[in-house]
């Protein structure tokens, strides 16, 4: 076991830096925020979450970095796990050169998507899994475009979108929202070392933000640029999803998808749990590198999830389905331009409201039995909206804004009619058994906050009235708990972003 959990560190303390795409939180967040909103079940909702983060799995998997390794990830134990390494190291927008790449990209997936949907609705009985696992897969890949590319960037690096003749199509649009004469005669790129081109890198999490392309978490330069037109080009993709298939009643199935048909709660689970402790649920650095990551409890929780080293240890069906996929739908080639006819694009224009977490001070309490610093992250609560923090390992009071560290950032769309925005928010302290609340209220008997966001005048009021008064002018504000301890004191602020996406 000891020789295992040791092999389970040099593997996933490697690939947790590695990966190249939004890190898991943004995509668990826009996924879930926008099939709430389409109607989907919470069963199929994590379905569908679990299977976007399988394609990044599956590229940690693979990366070369681990290839160097003496001890790496076992691939023996199954037939075509090399090939499907491969194929899922291929996803993700990346490498492309051009803009005819890149709309060749879209094509491909557009094309492969529609085809693969509809082969899957006709097996005799609609293979609901199946879909949602596509749905999941395709919309990984639709969201890392904006990560991945120069596409919210302005001149000379970027297009300049929502400005002069783009802005026609709002100030957040999408690829797909642009006319093809339009959004073709733009530069537009995901490699980030073009020949005879201004030489820049994909970016790490503390690397140069002048030069990186990446927008992955929340602390990369355009970061709120990308997770918005991500947000409404998951909105079209999923809308468009629906086109793809033509039975009578398949789309309402994926909708109300049960648990009796397949739960998704162990790989839902420990897609957040691997993403948590190996430093790639929102930023801000990996074990060893940075705060967010526990080298510990990421053996314990990879070692849980494969049973062991071998890369397709444990796989559950929704896993197998991902597999297959990569192998079929994610090897498809290009065909040629595909016409689409875009669903509705209501509502146009949104708020996306954000709570930050600015710094947090450890001010009675500890890290129970073993000692050392505390290992904080929380839980937010947007509109009803659930969100997680990343983590912060041992350290009893923690300054996001030193560089190259960010807030924790939670973001929700709102309608633009929407007045007063729940919210609500719980300190927590990671153990290794039992989580501790925090205390961050200073009523006596209760841990969390609960406040009303008004994004129109900025003012939050609620458990904060009986700190700092009302606050206003989206200003940050300060929490302690006063006797419920543990207890801390966090510097938090509520804020929204006012955005568009005209077609």
Known sequence: MVRAVCCVLMILGVSAGTASAFDTAPHFDMTCDVLK???????????VQ????????????????????????????????????????????????????????????????????????????PDILGLLALLGMSLHNVQDFYTHSNW??????????????????????????MDRKDREALDVYTNFNRPGKPKRSHGDWKGDASVAINKDWAGRPHYDDAYICAYFATRQWVRLFKTFLTKTGTWNEMQNFT??????????????????????????????????????????????????????GKASALRRDVEDLLLTWGDARYKGPVSITLPSAAPESLRFVQLKVHSIFATDGGDGFMGGGMD???????????????LVDGHDQFDFHKKPYYPWTMTKAIPPSRRDIPVMFQ????????DDFIDINPRSGKRRLDITYTPATGAVSGDVSTATGTVRSDSRFTMEGKGDCDCAR????VTNIRAACLR
């Open 259 to 312: 648990r009796s048909s397949f739960d998704p709660t162990r790989d839902w689970y420990y897609a957040q749990k691997i993403s948590f402790y190996g430093g790639h649920w929102n930023g801000n650095g990996q074990p060893g590198e940075g705060v967010a990551g526990s080298k510990t409890s990421l053996a314990a929780v990879s070692l849980q999830f494969l049973g062991g080293t071998c890369v397709g």
């Open 50 to 125: 679990s299977a976007n983060f399988f394609v990044d799995f599956y590229e940690f998997m693979g990366t070369e970095e681990l290839r160097k390794r003496t001890i790496h990830p076992t691939t023996d134990c199954r037939p075509q796990l090399e090939d499907i390494l491969k194929k899922g190291d291929a996803q993700h927008f990346d490498d492309l050169d051009s803009t005819k790449a890149v709309a060749e990209k879209w094509d491909t997936m557009l094309e492969a998507t529609k085809s693969t949907a509809k082969a899957r609705e006709n097996l005799g009985k």
């Open 490 to 493: 966090v510097i938090m602020s």
């Open 376 to 390: 904080w992250f929380s839980y937010g609560w947007i509109d009803g909206q659930w969100f997680m923090s990343g």
């Open 37 to 47: 909103s389409e109607g989907f079940s919470p069963t199929a909702i994590q379905t």
């Open 152 to 177: 919210v960037e302005d001149p000379p690096l970027g297009p300049g979108i929502g400005k002069g003749a783009l802005a026609k199509y709002g100030d957040h649009p999408t690829w797909l929202s």
């Open 427 to 434: 300190m927590m302290e990671d153990d290794v058994k039992y």
